[in-house]
């Protein structure tokens, strides 16, 4: 037997066979009860869900596995939280080869560990053959956001310095090469990374974090837009200071695509009081995933509601939220 | 526009404003952020975790919509938790009419409604045309476990009294009937429903509540089993205790299942201690889910790790977890 059947989602013998030998191992998960008792260090929670839909499965510095894990640690991450567990529920196509199974199960128990944190329950269903595609994972997580850190779009003021932690458009033009065959010189790779150990060095360095979200679906501009419809504010960008690879910008205009549109799984934006944006920056820049962040621009009151895209030349573009579907199924 | 498009899962405007249309009204979610931010009485959570693929999508007595919310509100309950918070994991087919996402959304708002707790956070991706079977729903929960409470398959010792809490094989033998076009009389529906108001009632009654489990996948015979194996004791259970409804018997034996390896969705075996036994089962019986409960056998030392099932005539019968599949996609 080298596929999943459709009895190894039917709650029998199949599956506990499949739970002992495939995720209980990878996971380090022992009971059989219908949730995970856990104790938090703290009452204040963030909890947070993400459905994997990524096509192929199989991409350049990644799967779903190990981008499932990291998806649902940043967006706690970028909450304030710090990620302590998750929860992996899998909808598996009847014909799926066990081996792929369990490569994706092997990145998602190594992307925990480097998360620091652990995998604490799970759920199996099988879908018939053609009834999806290939496998389709959820994480749930659950972290704690210690006193004092207060992340919310409402904190924004005029002044405040947006930064960006690290290169933008990897993730989307890693997947849309991939799926079409292509190859670039340097190669693309996605972001896909645990972003909490970088949160919490920006936090020893300063409270004075008002924002982060990561841009993954919809991209850069479609999440400063947020932040911009949200706050009431301007965010104002200069164009020549967002890091984006020679590599990306070559592909994009290659595949008709706007990098600031592109989803990203290994980058937040941040934006901070002025008085310590320096401070914060230099924290950032000492830690492995955020080597390439940089000060981007800044909060003004206007025009407000607005993503002002500042050009070398003293032009300036408005941008909106990504409209229509630019790359379906790219987490 | 009166279907999914795949760009209402781009992370762009068709996406924002499904959200803002469809989901943010009946959940009663009003942040864009990444993570839901709440305040446990406790710090001692449970978190748990179903993806639903169930098909049909529509069933007499509910639809996958509110069975995802009372699945893991009762995976929650059985483990001795109050479930307070939920998430929400949509993967929609392109093509997937705006109009029953509609109504099976509503249905998930009345079921957290009722059974008292929020949805916080969610999560929409839309797959194409032909990569998934309509919809899938993924809800994950966490609720806290009050101070003495500790169910768990160790503390079930011998001479322990064997509860169930309702009547068996209802919701497994509703969605066979309903997908192969059959009705009987009087027509069988879903036993999906919230226990979690019933399981405050029993720990009012006594504390001494060793073991509890809800028998949806494998149903009440996996359970049993599942629960004689982790004990290593044997449950010994008298067949005409068993409430399993006469349309259930009669539909089981036409389609030439058994009904105790039936799903359920809406009931859960307890294991408590002898003493108390009565006053527990009392105070069940009083409880909108519980008026069908009764004590069903006991829990003795040997034969060890076995579920035996006593017939009325003096034999019986050993039964093992539910091998293979007997039916798919059942919730």
Redesign the interface.
């Known amino acids: 037997m080298d596929t999943i ?3 190894h ?8 066979d499949l739970i002992h030998e495939y995720f209980g191992p990878a996971f380090g998960i022992k009971g ?22 990524v096509t192929p499965l199989f991409f350049p510095g990644g799967n779903i596995g190990d981008l499932a894990v990291h998806g649902t640690v ?3 991450a ?2 304030g ?1 710090r990620p302590l ?1 998750l ?5 598996l196509e009847e014909g799926f080869p066990l081996v792929d199974l369990k490569t994706i199960i092997a990145s998602m128990s190594a992307a925990a560990k480097k998360a620091g944190i652990q995998i ?4 199996t ?4 053959k ?4 290939g496998m ?1 994972i ?1 994480t ?4 704690y ?1 210690p006193d004092g850190r207060e ?3 409402s904190r924004i003021k005029s002044g405040d310095i947006i930064l960006i932690s690290g290169e933008i458009g990897c993730h989307g033009t890693a997947i849309i090469a991939e799926r079409n065959g292509l190859t670039f010189e340097p190669k693309i790779t996605t972001d896909s990374c645990p972003l909490n150990g970088l949160v919490e060095v920006m936090f020893e360095a300063s409270s004075e974090i008002h924002f982060m ?2 841009p ?4 850069f501009a ?1 999440t400063l837009k ?1 932040a911009a419809l ?1 706050s009431g504010l301007c965010m104002r960008i200069r164009e020549q200071d967002l890091p984006i690879p020679p590599a990306v910008k070559g592909a994009c205009s290659l595949l008709g695509l706007d990098p600031l ?1 592109a ?1 990203n799984e290994g980058i937040f934006i941040a934006i901070v009081d002025k008085a310590v944006s320096k401070e914060v920056l230099a924290a950032m820049r000492m830690h492995e995933y955020g080597r390439n962040a940089a000060i981007i621009g800044e909060v003004t009151t206007t025009p407000s509601r607005m993503l002002l895209l500042e050009t070398p030349i003293g032009g300036s573009r408005m941008m ?10 790219i987490c």
């Open positions: 059947l459709l009895g989602g039917s709650g029998g013998k199949l599956m506990h059989a009860g219908d949730s995970a008792l856990v104790t938090m260090p703290s009452n204040r929670i963030a909890f947070t869900t993400d459905s994997y839909v940043n967006d706690l970028v909450s939280a567990f929860t992996a529920g899998f909808i604490v329950a799970g759920d269903k099988v879908v018939n053609g009834k999806a595609d389709f959820n749930s997580g659950i972290g956001v992340i919310s779009s979200r990561d993954t679906r919809g991209g479609t947020e949200e549109y989803a909106d939220m990504l409209q229509g579907e630019q790359l379906p199924r």
